[in-house]
């Protein structure tokens, strides 16, 4: 270990750090968490870093900045596949992960959620399962986040004010009965706090916070990590590999550095947090003659279970101007449907979220290849529409998976993933009636056109890795800890057993403070 510019760096031939791949919710948060245990973390980050100074109004632009445009591939009946088959999801590539473009949506799992199989029973074709763990255990953990995020509408923190967009979507829900609409549980500074600025409404919360308003690990948990003098951030290193030792343990991760150059770094563990798309793929590409099907994969769950949130869109069109991209983007959410209910012919619950594009993403998404008359009057009627995003709970299949497509390759050579995705009956059954209740909710405040949209590439990426209590049925146990190998750890999105109707992210940084508490535990036993 040396000192450089008052920044660590660490041998690569130091077998005693803990590896983190990944600088996201999951992957950032468990690293300031280690380091302030004391615990030496090196963070390999695929992308590059870009400061808040960095960040462009311009929503191709900052696109092209910060997401993730390497190669993937398609298939399935979902129609994501149909419009946007070289973007099945969108992910973030950049120091902070998707932690720069999220909203700050902050809602815990309700108690039910996490007992889904026991909730909703036998569901034909859907992998359900209750997870390992029980809300009442990660409560305390739960705290813990929302202090940490500062969560609005929680520790005596205010909600955010209501934008034109929540005002139209509150005066519907009011008239049509809903009793729970607000401004939200957001992880967006609604006062100064926290050595931040409060939020200045600027209404660009996708292309990443200027002001810092906005909680991401990339001007909180990193810096916090790096100051303890624990933690090395590594910079637009592409992990390619997993090795392991004869024993069967992770010994060594390899990657690709900044300049194309192939390095080891040696490891007393690894934590894999590349978001459910790229984890499991790690996973699989890290195939060995002792580990043929791929790391941690002895159930041969690793990819399956791939889940995204029940999604879509509602926008309607007002006499008055609304301005939706005026204010935060997620600036109010309806949460009375949120609940068990099977009566509505579904399993499961949904939110529904208020959202704003700005006029380029608008026209890309609203008809995915629309062109004529009725597609440029809603591009004139830009100003005077309202929008709501849908997300629900979407059941676990074990045909829906993320599968390496070894015909095609990524820039290192290494075979990319593919995206399988079909909607279940359940999912078009949620999707159905929250469309017609996010019409009736616009038709309630005077709408006088309302567009129903279907799934963007956007979205919530979970489970193919998930937590289970028996070896057979998952990948990792309750602390993210794989089954196969003790000192590999599954640190994001992937470990969800099941996706439940709530914004992952404060869960992803829950299960982190959580694993990290483990892990040390663990380290000061020598169990790893």
């Not at 919360?205 to 909680?215: M, N, P, S």
């Not at 015909?407 to 995705?421: L, M, R, T």
């Not at 193919?464 to 794989?482: E, I, L, P, W, Y």
């Not at 109707?501 to 990290?516: D, G, H, K």
Request: charged share 20%.
């Amino acid at each position: 270990m040396e000192q450089d510019n008052n920044k660590v760096r660490f041998s690569h031939n130091d077998d005693h750090v803990v590896v983190i791949i990944g600088s996201g919710a999951g992957g950032g948060t468990l690293a300031n968490e280690l380091a302030q245990k004391g615990i030496n973390v090196v963070v390999l980050e695929a992308g590059a870093l870009h400061t808040q100074g960095d960040y462009v109004t311009d929503e191709w632009g900052s696109f092209q900045l910060l997401s993730w445009t390497d190669k993937r591939t398609t298939s399935g009946t979902w129609r994501v596949a149909q419009d946007f088959p070289n973007l099945p999801a969108w992910i973030c590539k950049t120091v902070g992960g998707t932690t720069t473009h999220w909203a700050g949506a902050s809602l815990r799992i309700q108690p039910h959620e996490f007992k889904a199989k026991t909730t909703y029973g036998d569901i034909k074709d859907a992998s359900l399962m209750d997870w390992p763990l029980t809300r009442e255990d990660l409560d305390p953990y739960y705290d813990r986040a929302e202090k940490k995020m500062g969560v609005t509408r929680t520790n005596g923190l205010p909600g955010l004010p209501g934008n034109n967009n929540f005002k139209v979507m509150s005066a519907g829900a009011t008239k049509v009965g809903y009793k729970e609409c607000n401004t939200g549980h957001m992880a967006i500074n609604s006062v100064v706090r926290d050595d931040r600025s409060h939020c200045f409404q600027r209404g660009f919360c996708f292309q990443g916070c200027r002001t810092g308003a906005k909680w991401s690990t990339l001007y909180t948990e990193l810096p916090r990590a790096q100051a303890t003098g624990h933690m090395e951030l590594r910079t637009q290193a592409q992990v390619v590999r997993i090795e392991h030792d004869a024993r069967g343990r992770a010994k060594e991760v390899v990657y690709y550095d900044s300049e194309g150059k192939l390095q080891r770094q040696k490891a007393r563990l690894v934590a894999v947090a590349g978001n459910s798309i790229e984890t499991p793929r790690l996973l699989l590409n890290s195939h060995s003659g002792k580990f043929s099907n791929g790391l941690a994969n002895s159930s041969g769950q690793v990819g399956r279970n791939y889940m995204r949130h029940t999604t879509g869109s509602v926008y309607a069109v007002f006499d008055d101007k609304v301005e939706m991209f005026k204010g935060t983007t997620m600036a109010g959410i309806i949460e009375d449907e949120a609940v068990f209910n099977p009566q509505r012919g579904f399993a499961g619950g949904y939110h529904m979220e208020t959202i704003s594009l700005g006029l380029p993403f608008y026209a890309a998404f609203l008809d995915p290849g629309a062109w004529g008359p009725q597609f440029t009057q809603a591009m004139d009627e830009y100003a005077y529409t309202a929008g709501m995003w849908i997300v629900g709970e979407d059941m676990p299949r074990a045909t829906n998976r993320i599968t390496l497509n070894s015909d095609v390759k990524d820039q290192y050579g290494e075979p990319v993933a593919n995206v399988h995705f079909d909607d279940h009956p359940n999912d078009e059954a949620m999707r159905e009636h929250a469309f017609q209740q996010g019409s009736a909710v616009y038709a309630a405040a005077g709408a006088k056109k309302v567009y129903r949209v279907p799934p963007y590439p956007s979205t919530h990426n979970l489970g193919t890795c998930r937590m289970s209590a028996d070896a057979d049925d998952g990948v990792c146990n309750s602390f993210g800890q794989t089954h196969d190998m003790p000192n590999l750890f599954i640190s994001d999105g992937s470990q969800f057993t099941t996706g439940a109707a709530e914004n992952p992210t404060l869960t992803i940084v829950t299960l982190a403070i959580r694993q990290a508490d483990y892990i040390s535990a663990q380290m000061s036993k020598r169990a790893v």
